[in-house]
Structure formats: structure tokens, C-alpha cells
């Protein structure tokens, strides 16, 4: 009998399961230039909100009465600077959002809410433009990208992280003034009529509506990697957001799962490092009875903070990734790079210079 050797070949996993790569994100977001412009946000936030609070008491000093409501109790928990695992990007954009959508809401709440939406908005623009631009760079090609040149590739598209979601508040403000209509006529006639007729209208909108904001609500990251690793447009980053979420569903949901998985597993590695790091300093330093650190407290609470706002963007970053690749088929490690500006080309030939053929001058007269 002749024997017969079979060759296994080693077993590509990340190929056969994709999903494998949002392990990357902690080693994506764990780069210190994620963490230093995660910082740059958890700042740029501080003092919009310290802004917005001076305005507020200047404002209601010069009117004799509070015009804003409290932004402190408007805010999530998340923009509390000291040791906030809830201060990811997502909070700080929903919950705002969600205010304008309440019942009986005062125009200074409205324009409260609007202010905090759109700061978060901006922000986010900016910042998380810049940490999906190096994540993108890094997972797909496995380059480095510059702090500077991150910011200046968001900087330069700012336009477009920011009406990428605000173009749905647009379909969502004319579903509303249709439903709106119906119950003007509804309280003008007086009686039932109008909503036996016309009161499909209302639930049609209602339907839209919701289905609008919910995918929105789940897209909105994606939107910001999309521009990102694509380098398009706000309305190309909504359209393919839209569409793998719409396209993938379950597919989207499991990544979503394994991603609050992953990111508990690194909430207990940072909490775990930062807690026998201050247990470290208050033996070596014997300050046990004293443990306030005074500044030095804050500021690592905002880097653990900021551990957590890398680790968002960039599993946001892996898991558009995962969505593009399994949607379209598009390879892992196609990105955006912009090139060379085109070399001016000199103008073709015609005529005879282009026939190539002996130029016979005839005399002059």
C-alpha cells in the first residue's frame, strides 16, 4: 500500500472568520495618538459646556430669570469628567436628540437641546474624523498616520461628518409638518371627521418617523467611518451607513454584541491598570489617609475616558470594515489615500503634426 501524505495547510482564521478583527480594535484604540485626540474632544466638550453655562448665567442675570434650563441636568451622564465609562460619543449625540422629540417642550429646551446636539455634532466632526481616519489607515494598510494630517483631513470635511446625519432631521421635519396639518384641520373642524379620513396620515408618519430615527440613531457612527476610509461625501458616508445596516441587519447586530463584549473585556484591563496604579502611588507615596491627588485625579479620569471614546471609533472603524467586505465584497485593505496632484499634460497633436508626415514649404512670391 503506498502511503499517502496529505499537507494541512495552516488555517487562515481571520479569513474564515472575519469578525475575528474586532480584537484589533483594542490594539487600535490603545495607540497614544488615539488616546491624546480623544483628550483633545473630552477637553473641546469641557469647555463648550463651561460656555454654555457662563452664557446661560450672563443671560439670565441680564433678563431677570433663567432663559436656558439647566445644562448640567440637560446633559448625559457622560460629559461628567471623573472616571465615566458611559462618556462614549453615541451618548452624547442620543441624548439630545431624543429631548427634542418629548412632549410639551418649551422653546428654550428646543434651542437647549438643538445647541447641545449640534456641539456634539461638531466635535465629533472634528475629532472623530481624525481617530476613524488613522484607525481606518492602520487596520487596512497597516500605516501610521500623523496626528496633524488626521486633523487636517477632518478639518477639511467637516462639512461633510455634519450634515451626513443631520440630512434625516430633514425627512423627519416633513413627515412632522404632514402630521402636524392633519391635526391643525383635526382641532380646527372640531369634531372626529377629520381623523376618520385622515388619520392613516398621522400613523404613516409616525412609522417613518421612527424608522428614520432608529436608523440614524444606529448609523450615525458608521456615517463618520464611512467618510473617512472612503474620503467622500456626507451624502455618499448616509447612503452607505443606510445601506449595509439595512442590507446586514443580524450580521450588524452580532458585530454590535461582540463589540460590548470585546470592550468589557478592555473595561476590566484599564480599570485593572488604573486601580493598581492608584493603589501603587498611595503606598509608595504613604498618602493613604490623603488619597486626593488634586489636578492629577482628573486628568486620569479623563485619560480613561478617553481610552474608552479611542475604543469606540475605532471598533466603529472594524466593524464598517466588516460591513463594506460582507455587503459589496470589497477587500479589507482598500482605503482612501489621496495621491499626487494630476501632471499637466501637453495639448495633442493635429493636422499635419499629427500625420507625421515631411512638411513641404513652398517658396514665397
Not at 446661560?56 to 441636568?73: A, D, F, H, K, Y
Not at 460619543?89 to 418629548?102: D, G, M, R
Request: glycine letters at 8%; a neutral charge.
Amino acid at each position: 500500500m503506498t502511503d499517502k501524505h496529505i499537507t494541512v495547510d495552516t488555517v487562515r482564521w481571520h479569513s474564515v472568520l472575519p469578525w475575528l478583527h474586532l480584537l484589533r480594535a483594542i490594539q487600535l484604540a490603545l495607540r497614544v495618538r488615539m488616546v491624546l485626540i480623544a483628550l483633545l474632544g473630552l477637553a473641546a466638550f469641557q469647555a463648550g459646556i463651561q460656555l454654555l453655562e457662563s452664557w446661560q448665567v450672563n443671560t439670565s442675570s441680564l433678563r431677570g430669570g433663567q432663559v436656558w434650563p439647566t445644562i448640567s441636568e440637560s446633559l448625559p451622564r457622560g460629559f461628567k469628567m471623573i472616571w465615566i465609562d458611559e462618556m462614549l460619543p453615541w451618548t452624547t449625540v442620543i441624548t439630545p436628540a431624543s429631548q427634542l422629540f418629548e412632549r410639551n417642550n418649551s422653546w428654550t429646551t428646543v434651542a437647549s437641546a438643538w445647541t447641545l446636539l449640534l456641539l456634539a455634532l461638531l466635535i465629533w466632526a472634528i475629532v472623530g474624523g481624525a481617530m476613524t481616519r488613522i484607525a481606518a489607515v492602520r487596520f487596512a494598510r497597516d500605516e501610521s498616520v500623523p496626528r496633524c494630517a488626521a486633523l487636517r483631513f477632518s478639518v477639511r470635511n467637516w462639512q461633510s461628518y455634519l450634515y451626513g446625519p443631520l440630512l434625516p432631521m430633514l425627512a423627519v421635519g416633513l413627515f412632522a409638518s404632514l402630521s402636524g396639518g392633519v391635526g391643525w384641520l383635526h382641532r380646527w373642524w372640531g369634531a372626529g371627521g377629520v381623523m376618520n379620513y385622515l388619520g392613516f396620515i398621522p400613523l404613516f408618519c409616525g412609522l417613518a418617523i421612527g424608522l428614520l430615527l432608529v436608523l440614524m440613531a444606529v448609523s450615525w457612527p458608521l456615517m463618520v467611518a464611512a467618510i473617512s476610509t472612503e474620503g467622500s461625501d456626507g451624502f455618499d458616508g448616509l447612503s452607505r451607513a443606510f445601506g449595509y445596516v439595512m442590507n446586514r441587519p443580524w450580521y450588524f447586530a452580532f458585530l454590535v454584541c461582540l463589540t460590548h463584549f470585546v470592550g468589557w473585556v478592555m473595561n476590566a484591563l484599564v480599570h485593572g491598570i488604573a486601580a493598581i496604579a492608584w493603589k501603587m502611588a498611595e503606598w509608595s507615596s504613604d498618602v493613604s489617609r490623603q488619597p486626593d491627588f488634586g489636578v492629577w485625579s482628573g486628568l486620569s479620569g479623563m485619560i480613561v475616558s478617553a481610552v474608552f471614546v479611542s475604543f469606540f471609533w475605532s471598533a466603529t472603524t472594524v466593524i464598517y470594515f466588516l460591513l463594506r467586505q460582507a455587503d459589496d465584497g470589497t477587500p479589507l485593505d482598500q482605503v482612501y489615500i489621496p495621491g499626487p496632484p494630476p501632471v499637466p499634460e501637453p495639448l495633442p497633436l493635429v493636422g499635419v503634426a499629427a500625420s507625421e508626415q515631411p512638411v513641404i514649404e513652398r517658396p514665397a512670391t
